[in-house]
């Protein structure tokens, strides 16, 4: 995305809050003009003292007055473009991430699994942040900046024209030097926005992660691709700042020669009775206020330059392609739960071949367990069944309907999902069991937790339902997470149930309570049971074995060990 088509985008989004808009703009008008008319009057008041014993006493404290009274309405609409000014940053801001954030719930999964967790969170949080902070400063600046730029330069060719274009010359130097600082800082402001990014995105793994980093003694590893990240972020930094502080002092120096060419080309002026001392010093204020905009605007530009890049990042994740929309399809009507594979073709790359010609049948009410080494494609099915992720090839039918013609709303409330990786947000356990079903009452959230043997230690927490959970369960074993998600998939009441490992991070004893606990509820229930412990799968109606993306053997338990092949090794290893 160019930096044009960028600067549209946000204009759009601010052109959504018109009214603040055109309260800064008339705000920043008023204020303006007041200041601009401030000079000229401070003028006609020196003009009125001729020398000593010549000043008209009468004159200047009226004209002192009337200035006093300039100076308070400026002051007045400035204070209200600032007001305005935050109003419509904010409302802007608000706007872009609240679209960025329904964004990311319309992307499918294989986005998440391809992109970095901390730099998503990094394009909703710091760049919008980057992009509010140059929105606020960029539009006082830019409003101003242009009424008083105007409105100087028209009262200096009022003044005199000849003194006027000199200041002119000097201006116009000074604009093609902050351009070419403007441009090289744009450039590195954008490497910079990435790089924080990718930082975020790194820290946001190892933190999330700190056990497996120390279990495996990974910290000084860690720290030393830490470092290399922090050191290109530090070298790009270094240089963005680097040609950004080069526009202060080279424009203040430029303009501080304009102001000295004004001083001596009044004063030749004065000595020829050309120009009054009132004017030579109205021309001087015009002269400094006509170079301090240029000069805020182009020291500004480092913020906007960044602003900008941020600004990018987020349209960037904005433009993602979102899943196709379903809302004119129907909604899945379930009749009791047969699912069937045909043919289907799938793979995460299309250069690395996993499933193919995959055709599974599942009848109203089975229990089928998959089961196969790691890279079988056993999840992969579960990310299928629940479209997570479209096959390249063949259909998948729930009950006569093919998934892709239903809405995955409909679809996905179908089903109960019980996954190995548990997650909790940060809540009270009550809320947490809940999450499933809106409105759930306490006493259906109970029966779930009984169900699913979590209600003992439930009642052990320190204020047992009402007890918050920190972020991701941190203060919970992950044996007791595993039990909410359960206790979780149970209150949903669904008419299929999936289990990829659900089981994998309780004890044998637990296990054996889950266990019998989901016998229960899959009564009358089409269920898919994927797990690594054979041991959890022998009483399924139906054993399907897989390895490299296919079925390689079906049948009972007792079938399978009697055929002594693929499912019989694993067993017996």
Known sequence: ???????????????????????????????????????????????????????????????????????????????GMTVFTNHLSNRTIEKMRQDAFEKLSKLPLKYFDSHSHGDIISRLTNDIDSVSDGLLQGITQLFSGLVTVIGSLLMMFLLSWKIALCVVAVTILCVFVSRFIAVNSGKMFRVQAATTGEINGFVNETVGNMKVVKAFGYEQRSGGIFGEINSRLYDCGQKAQFYSSLVNPTTRYINNLAYISVGILGGLAALSGHLSVGIISSFLIYATQFARPINDMTSILTQLQSATAAAARVFALSDEEAEADDSARNDLKLKGGEVVFENVDFSYDENVELIKNLNIKAKKGQRVAIVGPTGAGKTTIVNLLMNFYNPQGGAIVVDGQNINSVTRDSLRKSFGMVLQETWLFSGTVRENIAYGKENATDEEIIAAAKAASAHGFINRLPDGYDTMITEDGGNLSGGQKQLL?????????????????????????????????????????????????????????????????????????KELLEKNGFYASLYNA
Do not use: C
């Open 1 to 79: 995305m160019n930096k044009n088509s960028t600067l549209k985008r946000l204009y759009r989004y601010i052109a959504g809050n018109k009214k603040y808009l055109y309260f800064v703009i008339i705000a920043a008008l008023l204020a303006n003009i007041f200041m601009l008319i401030a000079p000229y009057i401070s003028g006609r008041a020196i003009d009125f003292i001729k020398g000593e014993n010549n000043v008209d006493f009468g004159m200047v404290i009226k004209i002192s007055s009337i200035l006093l009274g300039v100076y308070i309405l400026n002051a007045l609409f400035t204070w």
């Open 485 to 557: 998600t359960i206790a979780r998939a149970m209150l949903t009441n669904p008419e299929v149930l999936i289990l990829d490992e659900a089981t994998s991070n309780v004890d044998t004893m637990t296990e054996q309570r889950i266990q019998r606990a989901f016998l229960k509820m899959m009564e009358g229930r089409t269920s898919f049971i994927i797990a690594h412990r054979l041991s959890t799968i022998r009483e399924a109606d139906l054993i399907l074995v897989m390895n490299q993306g296919k079925i390689v053997e079906q049948g009972t338990h």
